[in-house]
């Protein structure tokens, strides 16, 4: 029905750079919202960024001046550009969406199956 896809993610040192990005493709209507989470082990599912048009968009303070998220809305993508990466920015990065697809009125969220981010020396 709808998928979404991310691509990107790798290897890095610490202090180097990755861009990730995720297309959402399907029975899709509208998007409302786009966002990153990312969960690593031993941890709890983080919000990384957040995004909807007209809105300003957020981001965990742990990312903030390091990452920056970005939306095409007419190809339903999203991207996270991630910058001075550290060690404990590595997770396993999930794209998620609330997309109302050709069928239902309503909005439902969907997500992507990771990406994964490793920052190590």
């Known amino acids: 029905q709808v998928q979404l896809v991310e691509s990107g993610g790798g290897l890095v040192q610490p202090g180097g750079s990755l861009r990730l990005s995720c297309a959402a493709s399907?029975?899709?209507?509208?998007?409302?919202?786009m966002a990153w989470y990312r969960h690593a082990p031993g941890k709890q599912r983080e919000l990384v960024a957040h995004?909807?048009?007209?809105?300003?968009?957020n981001y965990a303070d742990s990312v903030k001046g390091r990452f920056t998220v970005s939306r095409d809305i007419a190809n339903n993508t999203i991207h996270l550009q991630m910058s001075s990466l550290k060690p404990e920015d590595t997770a396993l990065y999930y794209c998620y969406a609330s997309v109302r697809t050709l069928t239902n009125r309503q909005y439902f969220p969907f997500w992507g199956q990771g990406t994964q981010v490793t920052v190590s020396s």
């Open positions: 995004i909807r048009s007209g809105e300003p968009t």
């Open positions: 399907g029975t899709i209507f509208s998007i409302n919202d």
